[in-house]
């Protein structure tokens, strides 16, 4: 308990040791010459891409460059016209978005897509899928099972919102739709981070939200981080303050395929990457 | 009940009153005959509603009841039971009471497909008359008991509904409801032509018996005489609240918030390992289980089945009730049910006009109140459960 404690700290106390670790870690995902065309579009060219265990990996580019293909693909909403993806050991290319998911990934959407008119504890629910009992039996007849299963993810749930905002764990039952942005985002979060994913991929978080409300985002999801031990994180951003923060590596996309990767401060200073933004000839 | 004290000390009062108040209001509705009467009852009704609202105590008295849901239970079961009492002799009023049950029932199993897992359902009416038939053929040609025959009734609706699963599943949205609406109507010229099912004559069903009691015959205790209806009344009461716990605990488990997410976004479900056909499978043959059994027993009830009683025009009726009840409520579709049911009955004059009449209101409320009558509250898996 103690050396772990003192790891942690030690982790957090230097990232160059830090990144040092994550080296030797297992490859957690990797893509492997992952293309995605739509008719004549080139989405995704080739795409080479690895990710350790633990690790959290900024993909950036500009806007149609393929990012979210890119989580599309992996999550199995698009099939991939070629290449693979292996997660954990297994082929997951063209699995079915059930399956996954089932894997261990779990995603937010460049677009909140809570389900609106449920509370925030069915929200959540939503994403501890895998974990709840699924039989009909159990969830019509045996309601005292059922009710014990119900307290018990409650608790889950409501330690998990906690830990991104106290005020909003008091309120599990409101409806999602009269929350603003931020909490809408910190619960689309907590709804992938439920079921424990060994792979989180987080599609603009940042997305409506100011500074502030995005920097207090990037801590919570930091502590969450410290707390799931092993959880890999890909995270697609525009906003270069929140790469440069929290990533340990970051890789670059234009026209879908990969121009450059490194370090945030080895990829600002790329001259194909700058070009790519500001579009200097 | 020391869960609510906390916050609302939900006094029981007003929404006893409110009860005792409603039960009257329904004898005198049913019971008066002319025009000028019933049109002023009905003016009272909608006054009392929007005086009661206004000044809070509609929604005090819900919070009451919503609290306190057995309860809640026990006075709608009672009231019914009030109301079948006091029309004990009343062929007529008990017949409308017995057509009131059994839409709900009917609308059960529609909003389990519609409000909760979103698939449209314009055959409604259809998988009602599977169930008459069913139980017009089984009643007559074989000796399986009535009991079974009711669960036969709602079994064939679900097991012919199958046939449809693979349309339904591939489409979505509208194109699904446009499948039904071609079964609707091909399920109707099928039986007409039908000469083993009786062609457009229909078939005689036989009136239901169970343990050598007969339903048909008058009730008679002592020198009080009841009205053979009674007997169905009673059975179809039995049905309906074993119905209804079923909904309502599918409601508030795990399955009711599956349906939902799929209902609401089926990508973002999918992403998080639901699998889509299992559940949309699931309410669809469960939404028609309960339709074919109100179906079985309304043949039953009526005595004879034919292809007019169960036209697209009906299952447009059943749709509109849970749109007016609002969607995913299941209080919402016993009164919209009641609305629907009763009020042309009563009211001779807009009773020619009543298809134009419903299309109007589904139209209003789906422009000024689109939640329905009564919304839909925010899902809780134990009424009055509080985190500790």
């Not at chain 1, 989180?200 to 500074?211: F, I, K, N, Q, W």
Request: aromatic content about 8%; overall charge neutral; proline content about 4%.
């Amino acid at each position: 308990m103690n050396a772990a404690r003192k790891t942690k700290r030690a982790r957090a106390g230097s990232p160059a040791a830090a990144r040092k670790k994550k080296a030797e870690a297992a490859v957690m995902m990797s893509a492997e010459k992952l293309t995605k065309r739509f008719g004549g579009v080139v989405a995704l060219d080739s795409l080479e891409l690895e990710l350790r265990q633990g690790e959290i990996l900024g993909l950036i580019g500009p806007n149609g460059s393929g990012k979210t293909t890119f989580f599309n693909v992996v999550t199995g909403i698009y099939p991939a016209n070629d290449g693979h993806v292996r997660f954990d050991g297994a082929d997951i290319t063209n699995a079915s978005p059930q399956s996954v998911y089932h894997a261990g990934i779990a995603r937010t959407f460049q677009r909140s897509r809570l389900s609106l008119p449920l509370s925030i504890f069915d929200n959540i629910m939503i994403g501890n899928h895998a974990r709840l009992n699924q039989g009909l039996w159990f969830n019509l007849i045996s309601r005292a099972a059922f009710k014990q299963e119900f307290e018990e993810s409650f608790e889950t749930a409501r330690e998990l919102v906690h830990i991104f905002d106290a005020p909003l764990a008091d309120r599990m039952f409101d409806p999602v739709a009269g929350l603003p942005m931020i909490d809408r985002r910190r619960i689309e979060i907590c709804r992938a981070l439920i079921s424990q994913p060994k792979l989180l991929l987080l599609d603009e978080p940042s997305a409506g939200m100011t500074h502030e409300e995005t920097a207090q985002l990037m801590d919570d999801i930091l502590e969450v981080r410290g707390r799931m031990e092993g959880l890999s994180i890909i995270i697609v951003e525009h906003e270069m303050g929140v790469i440069e923060r929290i990533t340990e590596r970051c890789v670059v996309l234009n026209f879908g395929r990969k121009i450059a990767e490194g370090t945030f401060k080895q990829i600002s200073n790329d001259r194909e990457v700058q070009e790519a933004y500001l579009g200097i000839e | 009940m020391n869960s609510g004290e906390k916050q609302t000390p939900a006094t029981l009062w007003p929404a006893l009153a409110g009860t005792a108040l409603t039960i009257v209001y329904v004898i005198l509705l049913l019971k008066v005959e002319s025009q000028t009467e019933v049109i002023g009852l009905l003016v009272v009704g909608a006054l009392a509603i929007l005086a009661t609202s206004w000044s809070g105590h509609l929604a005090r008295a819900g919070q009451a009841l919503t609290h306190h849901e057995s309860i809640l239970h026990l006075l709608v079961i009672f009231g019914a039971l009030v109301i079948i009492g006091f029309f004990r002799e009343d062929h007529f009023t008990l017949l409308l009471l017995t057509t009131v049950m059994l839409y709900v029932l009917a609308t059960l199993g529609l909003n389990l497909q519609f409000g909760y897992a979103g698939v449209l359902n314009f055959a409604g009416a259809s998988f009602f008359g599977i169930g008459g038939y069913t139980a017009a053929v089984l009643g007559a040609h074989t000796p399986v008991p009535d009991l079974l025959i009711i669960l036969a009734g709602g079994v064939m609706a679900a097991l012919i509904g199958s046939i449809l699963l693979l349309p339904v599943l591939r489409t979505r949205g509208h194109y699904a409801a446009v499948v039904t609406i071609a079964f609707a109507l091909l399920f109707k010229v099928f039986l007409e032509v039908n000469d083993i099912l009786g062609g457009p004559q229909g078939l005689q069903v036989p009136g239901m018996e169970m343990f050598g009691w007969k339903f048909n015959n008058n009730i008679e205790i002592g020198a009080l005489e009841l009205s053979f209806y009674v007997n169905y009344l009673i059975v179809i009461l039995l049905v309906l609240i074993a119905a209804f716990a079923l909904v309502r605990r599918l409601e508030r488990s795990w399955v009711g918030l599956n349906l939902d997410a799929l209902r609401l976004d089926e990508t973002a479900a999918t992403c998080f390992g639901l699998n889509i056909v299992r559940w949309k499978v699931t309410a669809f043959l469960l939404g028609n289980f309960l339709i074919g059994i109100a179906g079985a027993l309304s043949g039953m009830v009526i005595g004879f089945v034919a292809p007019t009683s169960f036209t697209f025009a009906d299952s447009l009726i059943l749709v509109s009730i849970v749109l007016l009840g609002g969607i995913g409520n299941v209080w919402g579709l016993v009164l919209a049910t009641a609305i629907v049911v009763i009020i042309p009955e009563k009211l001779q004059a807009i009773q020619e006009y009543r298809f134009l009449l419903y299309a109007a209101m589904v139209m209003l409320m789906l422009l000024f109140r689109p939640e329905g009558l009564l919304p839909r509250p925010v899902r809780h898996y134990f009424p009055g459960w509080r985190p500790k």
